[in-house]
């Protein structure tokens, strides 16, 4: 097969039509961080691959995380060493593999306890042994002067208590969709195919053994069977509606959580490093992050009972984050600040009760149902290629699959530079997340008639979007493609009727088609904007 960027993938009623012809060996449903991993370890393993997703990819959680690559300093905190190693060690092989959508920031931990800066000193030092060689740079103290020259708008008192010193470390940071865009196109450079707005609406058997999955299109009204030996369950918080299909009486295994984030303007942290808050009044853990060109900060832990595909925040959320973002900055924040407001939901795993299942982390699960559904949820961005990894030796050990060894560890990831630079465009800018492609994007009409400033987002990145990247609305362009809705509402806001004549050029859609994606970002962006 060609590599994805030599054709447009425009045509979508030509690739619909392809899927029911071929024999898969795996089906993978879900199109977040898991199931896009999934499909790239199975089709680097020589498998038959099709991935399919609902809505678009990272739609959900998988573009609404923290942005950062990490071992988790709080899983250390705990004691949970084992689990800090593997993610940790995964931080390493990301940023070997994808040099272009990761890249090392230090992170200010501010000192206002006496006992503070040997505390967090020593368990840093720690932090830095697990990893190893594959250690972004050492953790060291600072003076109080040098915290300050590091995050010049942080607090120098809190609590009645004066900063005293701080402790640099470093971990890794990304741009979640960025990332899970580059798994799809590495995907298609593989030989696999990945379908987003496709939906399972059905699971198929025979002699009561799964063999394939009932689709439907989301964007028409087509729907069909395609044929697979295996079929893997990868939806995320949405995992137990899947295996509804399979069994009706299943119990659940997810119980959400979820996590809101605030962006504000740059000068609230103007410096190179993040600020890391270890322990809150109620015990979180809150970040304040520089990303792309604005400041984020986050996050909170809510139990939730439904779904939502597009969380709200509750205000109770925001004025938490606003609030301790308050005690710890010179500058406090307010509401009139926030420049957008999102929340995603965490798939946390309960107990089931099923003897099936194998908890092989601990952060994620898997669980084999006796049709042999195979779900995987749980976990977090930083180790989905080793979820990935697992889930797959459980098909093979399970023998839903023939043997095949994995060859992810090693496998960079489309786009992946030499050098880490991709035309003397620095990690961490907008334009490096797309790697060895940003020649072909920069010679696309319109690559010097920008449409949101703010964000970086020009014509050309439009038309490389639906032409090679799946964008099929308006949404998947200013949220997912470019940042412009979780960075600044108002000028995704602005930017979306050109966006929307782009892309209707691009996809040969009338005036009318433009103006209902118009409306419906509209009613979208509202609720990223905060009153």
């Known amino acids: 097969m060609k590599p994805a960027s030599i054709a447009p993938t425009a045509d979508r009623a030509a690739l619909l039509a392809s899927l029911p012809d071929t024999e898969w060996d795996i089906v993978v449903i879900g199109g977040g961080a898991t199931g896009l991993g999934t499909a790239v370890d199975a089709a680097a393993r020589g498998y038959r691959t099709l991935l399919i997703e609902a809505a678009d990819f990272a739609k959900g959680t998988s573009s609404r995380a923290t942005k950062l690559v990490h071992g988790g300093v709080r899983y250390l905190a705990q004691g949970n060493i084992a689990l800090v190693r593997e993610a940790l060690h995964e931080r390493g092989l990301l940023a070997r593999n994808a040099p272009h959508l990761t890249w090392p920031l230090g992170f200010v931990v501010p000192a206002y306890g006496l006992f503070d800066q040997p505390f967090y000193g020593a368990g840093l030092k720690v932090y830095d042994m697990l990893a190893g060689q594959s250690n972004l740079a050492p953790s060291r103290w600072l003076t109080r002067r040098e915290t300050l020259e590091r995050a010049a708008t942080l607090s120098t008192m809190v609590g009645g208590r004066t900063l005293r010193g701080g402790v640099l470390y470093y971990d890794g940071q990304f741009d979640d969709a960025r990332l899970a865009l580059a798994l799809m196109r590495t995907l298609q450079d593989l030989g696999g195919t990945a379908v987003n707005y496709l939906r399972a609406s059905g699971l198929t058997r025979k002699g009561g053994r799964l063999d394939g999955v009932v689709l439907r299109d989301a964007l028409g009204d087509a729907s069909f069977a395609v044929r697979s030996r295996c079929v893997i369950n990868a939806a995320g918080v949405w995992v137990d509606a899947v295996r509804r299909l399979d069994d009706a009486s299943a119990t659940g295994m997810v119980a959400p959580s979820q996590g809101v984030h605030l962006t504000l303007p740059r000068d609230f942290l103007p410096g190179r490093e993040a600020i890391l808050i270890p322990k809150t009044d109620d015990g979180r853990v809150l970040f304040v992050v520089p990303w792309n060109g604005h400041t984020l900060v986050g996050t909170t832990d809510t139990p939730r009972n439904d779904l939502p595909l597009e969380p709200r925040a509750e205000n109770r959320d925001v004025d938490f984050i606003l609030q301790t973002a308050a005690r710890y900055l010179s500058r406090k924040p307010t509401r009139a600040d926030v420049t957008s407001v999102w929340a995603g939901l965490r798939p946390l795993v309960r107990a089931t009760g099923d003897a099936a299942t194998k908890t092989l982390s601990r952060e994620h699960t898997i669980a084999l149902s006796p049709s042999g559904l195979l779900t995987v949820t749980g976990g977090k961005w930083t180790t989905y290629r080793r979820m990935a990894q697992d889930v797959l030796n459980t098909a093979v050990a399970n023998q839903l699959l023939p043997a095949a060894h994995c060859r992810t560890e ?122």
């Open 410 to 531: 090693t496998l960079r990831l489309h786009g992946a530079p030499d050098d880490g630079v991709a035309s003397g465009v620095p990690p961490g800018t907008p334009d490096a997340y797309y790697g060895t492609d940003l020649p072909a994007l920069r010679a696309l009409p319109g690559a010097d008639r920008m449409l949101a400033p703010a964000t970086g987002l020009s014509e050309a990145h439009v038309r490389y979007a639906v032409r090679y990247e799946m964008a099929r609305t308006v949404e998947d362009v200013l949220a997912r493609r470019n940042r412009a809705l979780f960075l600044d509402v108002e000028a995704a806001l602005l930017a979306a009727p050109e966006v929307a004549r782009v892309m209707g050029e691009e996809l040969s859609l009338d005036a009318a088609w433009q103006q209902r994606e118009v409306a419906a970002f509209g009613e979208l962006a509202a609720q990223y904007r905060l009153e």
